[in-house]
């Protein structure tokens, strides 16, 4: 069972940044895909933004681009997720998780192995 311990949230200013991390304990992280979660209170877990095992692919959600970037390290066994311009309403518990694929973490959303997340708050 892979191990997911998300970091870096906190209390923001709408306008502000944050930068979020994820270790993930497991031997195929530099082989598998990875994936940013959020839950907002009283919503479904969505897919906020996903990486390809190499870096080299990256997709994002509509409300996200341009203002999130997803990135990782393979030899740390960890990703991230540089939040800029932040919103009121991208206030959520963040999550990461990872799959074969970037397809695959659609899927993922119907786990139930996930990690502690991390909390998000955008003052306005």
């Known amino acids: 069972q892979v191990q997911l311990v998300e970091s870096g949230g906190g209390l923001v200013q709408a306008g502000g940044s944050l930068r979020l991390s994820c270790v993930a304990s497991?031997?195929?992280?530099?082989?598998?895909?990875m994936g940013w979660f959020r839950q907002a209170p009283g919503k479904q877990r969505e897919l906020v933004a996903g990486?390809?095992?190499?870096?080299?692919?990256?997709v994002y959600t509509d409300s996200e681009k341009g203002r999130f970037t997803i990135s990782r390290d393979n030899a740390k066994n960890t990703v991230y997720l540089q939040m800029n311009r932040l919103k009121p309403e991208d206030t959520a518990v963040y999550y990461c998780?990872?799959?074969?694929?970037?397809?695959?973490?659609?899927?993922?959303?119907?786990?139930?192995?996930w990690g502690q997340g991390t909390q998000v708050t955008v003052s306005s």
């Open positions: 497991t031997n195929i992280f530099s082989i598998s895909a």
């Open positions: 998780n990872i799959g074969p694929t970037i397809p695959s973490l659609w899927l993922v959303l119907k786990s139930n192995d």
């Open positions: 990486i390809a095992s190499g870096g080299d692919a990256t």
